[in-house]
Each structure stands twice: as structure tokens, then as C-alpha cells.
């Protein structure tokens, strides 16, 4: 049974923005942190951003300024939105869901910023 599903991603230009989205299922979203994060072909993980259950965020540097991300409780939904992105920020990007003792991970979207 899917639980979180992502979706928004395609290819961009350099320095253009996209909204993704990240559904949960409401038992998942209601009781988790939902989290941000992305890995391209061959490297780590980076976590990006997160945002918990009351609305508080978090950014990691590695966009910070250009990645903003909200909740909306009403359709159980996380939309980060990022801006002027670049092509070094290709990469399939990710949210889970963290509760004490289980993480939920959606399946990504990829993102690609090229002319």
C-alpha cells in the first residue's frame, strides 16, 4: 500500500523554479516530521529541509535560501518549492515521513535542470 507519493519533477532550466509535492496517507501525516532530501546518480544523500507535525522548519545549507517548504494538514501534503535552480541540483528528490520508531519514504521524483 503506497503511503507517500511525490510527484512535480521534470526538467527545468537553469535558474528556473518547480513545486513539488509530497501526499501522505492521514494516519502517516498527521504524527510524522515529513523531510526533504535528494541524491543524484553515484553520490550521498542530502538532506535538504524539514517540517514538523506544528508547522516549525528546518533548512540544511545546501539550499537554503532557494528551498522553502509548507504544509498543508487539510490534504495531508508537503509542497517545498525551489528556486533558481541550477544543474548541479539534479537529482531525485525525496520526502519520509519520521515518527519515533518508523520512517516512510516515498518513491522520489527526478528533477533535472539542463538547457
Known amino acids: 500500500q503506497v503511503q507517500l507519493v511525490e510527484s512535480g519533477g521534470g526538467l527545468v532550466q537553469p535558474g528556473g523554479s518547480l513545486r513539488l509535492s509530497c501526499a501522505a496517507s492521514?494516519?502517516?501525516?498527521?504524527?510524522?516530521?515529513m523531510v526533504w532530501s535528494r541524491q543524484d546518480e553515484g553520490k550521498e544523500r542530502d538532506l535538504l529541509a524539514s517540517i514538523t507535525q506544528g508547522g516549525s522548519t528546518y533548512y540544511a545549507d545546501v539550499m537554503k535560501g532557494r528551498f522553502t517548504t509548507s504544509r498543508n494538514t487539510a490534504k495531508n501534503t508537503v509542497y517545498p518549492q525551489m528556486n533558481s535552480l541550477q544543474p548541479e541540483n539534479t537529482a531525485v528528490y525525496c520526502c519520509?515521513?519520521?515518527?519515533?520508531?518508523?520512517?516512510?519514504w516515498g518513491q522520489g521524483t527526478h528533477v533535472a535542470v539542463s538547457s
Open positions: 519520509h515521513a519520521d515518527q519515533p520508531v518508523l520512517r516512510y
Open positions: 492521514g494516519s502517516i501525516f498527521g504524527s510524522s516530521r
